[in-house]
């Protein structure tokens, strides 16, 4: 096992046959699978579900596949999985991700793990995923705002401008306008 990769002590909390189990099925190609991902994911595997479910997440990661990345996401919403999505898909789950959960460490690595230039779509869903929170809990916006000001396209500061008067929102669309006005001026 250890010649092939399967490292032989579990992580805290993890048992050994669980740990070696998903360590096998994590590196085995997922094209020895019968069956498409969604159909197994709706599947229940008596005494071993999570364990082989979250093997099949990390061997999505592993393996950048787009159909088991797509499934996988909607079982076990992790940033690493957009990665073997085109930047378009990537960004159309997370704005229904952040449509759908409340601000929290997860929404925050989610949108982390979205390629950059965020189109109007995920851009319109984070913006009022800052309002909202602004109202009833604006001491948690800043990591939420600084990514936003980092990943939205400049080219969408009006939009942010005229989204909300609230401080966090323009607050990007000052952000937005700055790299807006420096890509102007680096491409002259």
Same mark, same amino acid.
């Given at each position: *096992?250890?010649?092939?990769?399967?490292?032989?002590? #579990?992580?805290?909390?993890?048992?050994?046959?669980?740990?070696?189990?998903?360590?096998?099925?994590?590196?085995?190609?997922?094209?020895?699978?019968?069956?498409?991902?969604?159909? +197994?994911?709706?599947?229940?595997?008596?005494?071993?579900?999570?364990?082989?479910?979250?093997?099949? %997440?990390?061997?999505?990661?592993?393996q950048r596949d787009?159909?088991?990345?797509?499934? *996988?996401?909607?079982?076990?919403?992790?940033?690493?999985?957009?990665?073997?999505?085109?930047?378009?898909?990537?960004?159309?789950?997370?704005?229904?991700?952040?449509?759908?959960?409340? +601000?929290?460490?997860?929404?925050?690595?989610?949108?982390?793990?979205?390629?950059?230039?965020?189109?109007?779509?995920?851009?319109?869903?984070?913006?009022?995923?800052?309002?909202?929170?602004?109202?009833?809990?604006?001491?948690?916006?800043?990591? +939420?705002?600084?990514?936003?000001?980092?990943?939205?396209?400049?080219?969408?500061?009006? +939009?942010?401008?005229?989204?909300?008067?609230?401080? #966090? %929102?323009?607050?990007?669309?000052?952000?937005l306008r700055f790299?807006?006005? *420096?890509?102007?001026?680096?491409?002259?």
């Amino acid at each position: *096992m250890e010649r092939d990769g399967v490292r032989q002590k #579990p992580p805290r909390g993890t048992g050994e046959r669980a740990w070696w189990l998903q360590q096998i099925i994590a590196r085995a190609p997922l094209c020895v699978w019968d069956h498409p991902p969604a159909r +197994l994911l709706a599947m229940k595997i008596p005494d071993w579900d999570a364990e082989v479910k979250g093997a099949w %997440v990390r061997a999505a990661v592993l393996q950048r596949d787009p159909e088991w990345a797509r499934a *996988m996401f909607g079982w076990d919403p992790i940033a690493d999985l957009l990665v073997a999505l085109p930047p378009a898909e990537q960004q159309e789950l997370a704005a229904r991700f952040v449509a759908e959960h409340d +601000l929290d460490s997860q929404l925050i690595m989610v949108l982390g793990g979205v390629s950059s230039h965020w189109g109007e779509g995920l851009a319109t869903a984070v913006l009022r995923k800052i309002v909202k929170v602004n109202t009833t809990q604006p001491w948690n916006l800043a990591e +939420l705002v600084k990514l936003a000001g980092e990943h939205i396209d400049p080219d969408l500061h009006e +939009l942010a401008e005229d989204f909300s008067p609230a401080e #966090p %929102v323009q607050k990007v669309a000052a952000l937005l306008r700055f790299r807006a006005d *420096m890509y102007k001026e680096l491409h002259r």
